[in-house]
């Protein structure tokens, strides 16, 4: 079992519709989770982090966690051609903050 | 790219050689790794440094060595570049300390060992 898993897609949606993109990771003791996202032949871009179990919104994107479960999602609201990228799920390994394991990412098309 | 830059953007080397690539950073961050990046593998940590002469191994720490003399510049050094090398590499910097371990991006090196 990889240690963070993702959906690779590729996830395809309407403009105007949500996007939801899940994230399952396998160690019980990490604390911080990250959401980059990465558009083709650019560096990964991070524009969310949530620590504590529930949702986290900002803008258009919300995170959402569920600590016992062991998964974390973001939702994208009134997705846009622009946000078509790839959306890379990253957690700590552990206590380590610096350990960063990083699912192999979704591809998300919105299409206008 | 907040502040980091990244040398070489791009280089094709030959099997065997010695290859070192730059990540010189101006946010005087305390954090610094690198990664590299592969089709179906994602992301993954080769190193990271925690502060001057202070470096730790990652995921995927063989065939490489990373220096830090300074705080702005970590540098990735490949002793004898092997194909399987071949990748495009990322470094990231993170301020750390309480809940500031988000990391951010340079905008990479791209390494074709032939």
């Known amino acids: 079992q990889k240690e963070v898993e993702q959906n690779s897609g590729p996830l395809s949606v309407p403009e105007g519709a949500i996007a939801s993109l899940n994230c399952t990771y396998s160690d019980r003791g990490s604390q911080s989770f990250f959401w980059y996202r990465q558009y083709s032949g650019k560096s990964p871009e991070l524009i969310m982090f949530i620590y504590s179990n529930g949702d986290k919104e900002d803008g258009r994107f919300t995170a959402q966690l569920n600590k016992a479960s062991q998964y974390v999602s973001l939702l994208i609201r009134d997705s846009q051609p622009s946000d078509s990228a790839t959306y890379l799920c990253?957690?700590?390994?552990?206590?380590?903050?610096?350990?960063?394991?990083f699912g192999a990412g979704t591809r998300l098309t919105v299409k206008p | 790219d907040a502040g980091i830059t990244q040398s070489p953007r791009h280089k094709v080397t030959e099997t065997g050689t010695p290859v070192t690539l730059r990540c010189h950073q101006t946010?005087?961050?305390?954090?610094m790794y690198w990664y590299r990046q592969d089709p179906g593998h994602g992301l993954r940590l080769i190193h990271y440094s925690y502060g001057v002469k202070d470096t730790d191994k990652g995921e995927v720490s063989d065939g490489y060595s990373v220096s830090r003399s300074k705080t702005e510049d970590f540098l990735l050094t490949l002793e004898s570049a092997t194909s399987s090398q071949t990748s495009v590499y990322f470094c990231a910097i993170s301020e750390g300390g309480r809940s500031s371990y988000e990391q951010y991006f340079g905008p990479g090196t791209r390494l074709t060992v032939t």
């Open positions: 946010e005087n961050h305390r954090y």
């Open positions: 990253a957690v700590p390994r552990g206590y380590n903050n610096n350990d960063m394991r």
